[in-house]
Structures are given as C-alpha cells and as structure tokens.
Nanobody
C-alpha cells in the first residue's frame, strides 16, 4: 500500500521555525520527484517547493525562497521541509506529493498555524 504520512505541523509564533517530515512507503521513493504544496483556508493549492530524484536540484516558490529548505533522505524514504522566519501567511495545510511519470501520490496533510 502506497503511503505518504506528513508530520511536524503545529502552532508557532511569527518568526519561529518548524520542520515538516513526509515518510513514504509502498513505492520506490528514490526515483520520485518530491513536492510540498500548501492550501490556506479559503484559497486554492499553492506549490511551495520541489526536489528532484537524487536531490541534486531544488526549487522554491518566491513566497518562501530564502526561508524554507526542502531536502530528502533516500535511505529513510523521507522528505523534509525546514521552515524558518515563519509568517502568518504561511498558515495552511501542508501536503506532500510524490511524482514519477504517470504515478502521482499525495499525503493527508499536516496543519501549520503561525500566530501569536
């Protein structure tokens, strides 16, 4: 069974940090490009960051560039999103996505709330 399980979300004050994790199972993780997407209340999905298979290249939305960092551990089948200098507008449910050719998998999401 294919699974992507996100964790690490929570309530954090503005300026704080969180590290999200997405643990994969049931497929050959190392071959997949991995992406984080978020959805804020009342808004559509927003692409946040991606990392290619192998981890040589990573890409970021302008809204998070310089604050967020995506990484992967192919030995443990986990992708991370390190989030620093968090802002209220980063509040959203964060989803993990795995993509390889026609195969596309999603996690259930983890809530991140940035508030004082």
């Amino acid at each position: 069974e294919v699974q992507l399980v996100e964790s690490g979300g929570g309530l954090v004050q503005p300026g704080g940090s969180l590290r999200l994790s997405c643990a994969a199972s049931g497929f050959s993780f190392k071959y997949y490009d991995m992406t984080w997407v978020r959805q804020a209340p009342g808004k559509g999905p927003e692409w946040v960051a991606s990392i290619n298979e192998g981890g040589e290249s990573s890409y970021y939305a302008d809204s998070v560039k310089g604050r967020f960092s995506i990484s992967r551990d192919d030995a443990r089948d986990i992708v991370y999103l390190e989030m620093n200098s968090l802002k209220a507008e980063d509040t959203a449910v964060y989803y993990c996505n795995a993509n390889y050719r026609h195969r596309d998998y999603w996690g259930q999401g983890t809530q991140v709330t940035v508030s004082s």
